[in-house]
């Protein structure tokens, strides 16, 4: 690395270090980093703003006025002027899919900010015609029909037009997927095609696909038959990786909580991972959950990976978390506006409560997608029920809970459990209020009842396939 990959490699940890208030003081160091005349966040409750701070062997040396850093500086030190700008502690995500997300990052278009479909069928056109074969391209989250102009969806033919010979797949939220003829005919789809489980195929009168796959009534056909779709080879998946964790740090994250996701296996897709962790390439810190991937056996991954490893595993750069979002195929309540709230399987609290025992009995913590307060009430009688037999060592958090009623958060306050938020309503909030009225969406999720009532919240993304991976989304209208 050079000496200024270094600095900026010591400014991403150090800045992180000051969001948990740890403003370490020394006279035995001499900064090799020093930020002036700026208005730099530490989040320090004593001291919540310092005029510089000095950075050292990538951590908060002091942070105060002027007069108070200025001297520190040794004849080696680099001192940036900030010119009154802010400076912030890098941001943790609570809640997102890094690892997964790292793995097709260079094959994505992205549609975040842009301001008409006219220009995101120019960017798909562009990207169509640099895409090597075999591979596709994958438009996947970050962006909503509301924010174009023309406030509507790109058509099947409008996406024909512009990539006619490149696999393209879209995927609108938890919804559906509009593929273009390419990617029909990459896929072997025709008019003797079954629907794929979870899901239907919309057919036009001849039978023949006609490219939109609609979630009726789950996800699981949007992300299988985006699993079949081409891999990159190992090498570029790590270059793929590193380029997605630059493009976090860009935008002021510097940790993550990775909630792990559908088709990531462990140990087999954490590969890259680990080898950037070597390497000492990871310009994030990620903190991962291990997510149940095979209905049916859950349970038994559970047991295995409790034989494997144990939270904590790893060091401060990538270390395991603990079980979940899914910790049951059958607890899935992935929330798709565009259809009614999903009903669970009768054998739903069955299959979900050996696994909760499990992970209480081995000390993981865990966490479990929950999007509906109807979810949440049962998935919480089965918590009380463990805890009943065997109380919680460790936190649970729940993931999302858009509609939690104020009984549902006391209990998760009672059971010394956590909740984590996400801005997906900035991305289907108008579903939403077509479904369920705008009262209803005044408190979605109801963020200050959750503070108010001292259940501890953590706010993330959910990035990268429904929601964008740009945290200030969220923060910039919260």
């Known amino acids: 690395m050079t000496r200024r990959e270094l600095l900026q490699s010591a400014v991403t940890a150090a800045l992180s270090s000051l969001a948990v208030g740890h403003t370490q003081e020394t006279s035995m160091a001499t900064p090799d980093l020093i930020l002036s005349n700026g208005h730099i966040t530490t989040l320090d409750r004593g001291t919540s703003e310092a005029q510089a701070v000095a950075i050292g062997d990538g951590r908060i040396l002091r942070a105060g006025s002027m007069a108070e850093i200025m001297p520190l500086a040794g004849p080696r030190t680099e001192v940036i002027d900030l010119q009154g700008r802010r400076a912030i502690p890098g941001l943790n995500d609570s809640h997102t899919h890094l690892i997964r997300g790292g793995l097709y990052y260079n094959m994505e278009l992205r549609w975040e900010g842009v301001p008409s479909l006219a220009d995101a069928l120019r960017l798909l056109k562009e990207q169509a015609a640099r895409t090597p074969a075999p591979q596709w ?15 509507r969806m790109p058509t099947l033919a409008e996406i024909n037009a512009v990539a ?18 390419a990617a029909t005919r990459a896929l072997g789809f025709d008019k003797n095609t079954p629907n794929p489980p979870g899901g239907q195929i919309e057919r036009a009168a001849n039978g023949e696909p006609t490219g939109l796959l609609v979630a009726k009534p789950s996800a699981l056909i949007l992300y299988s038959t985006l699993g079949q779709a081409p891999k990159l080879p190992l090498e570029d998946q790590a270059n793929s990786t590193r380029h997605f964790m630059r493009e976090l740090n860009r935008l002021g994250i510097t940790s993550v909580i990775d909630a792990g ?11 890259v991972i680990q080898r950037l962790h070597q390497d000492r390439q ?3 810190r990620v903190a991962y959950n291990l997510f149940a991937q095979k209905a049916g056996e859950e349970l038994d991954s559970f047991r295995r990976w409790t034989e494997m490893t144990t939270p904590g595993a790893g060091d401060a750069q990538l270390r395991m978390n603990g079980g979940g979002e899914n910790l049951t195929w059958s607890a899935g309540d992935f929330e798709n506006f565009l259809e009614p709230r999903p009903e669970f399987a009768p054998t739903m609290e069955r299959e979900l409560e050996p696994i909760v025992e499990l992970l209480v009995e081995k000390r993981w913590p865990f966490r479990l997608h929950a999007t509906y307060d109807e979810s949440i009430h049962r998935f919480l009688t089965v918590f009380e029920r463990v805890n009943g037999r065997r109380p919680f060592a460790t936190r649970f958090i729940i993931d999302h809970a858009e509609t939690i009623s104020e009984p549902n958060i006391e209990r998760i306050k009672a059971l010394g459990g956590g909740i984590a938020i996400q801005h997906r309503m900035a991305f289907q909030g108008e579903y939403f209020v077509e479904r369920y009225g705008a009262k209803a969406a005044e408190a979605t999720p109801p963020v200050s009842k959750m503070l108010t009532l001292g259940v501890p919240v953590g706010a993330g993304t959910d990035a990268t396939r429904v929601a964008s991976y740009n945290p200030w989304v969220c923060l910039s209208t919260g």
């Open 282 to 284: 990871m310009t994030v």
């Open 137 to 151: 391209v994958r438009v996947v989250g970050g962006w909503s029909e509301f924010q174009f102009a023309e406030r």
């Open 164 to 181: 006619p010979e490149t696999p393209v797949f879209v995927l609108h939220l938890y919804g559906r997927a509009l593929l273009n003829r």
């Open 261 to 271: 996701g559908g088709g990531q296996n462990y140990p087999e897709d954490y590969a």
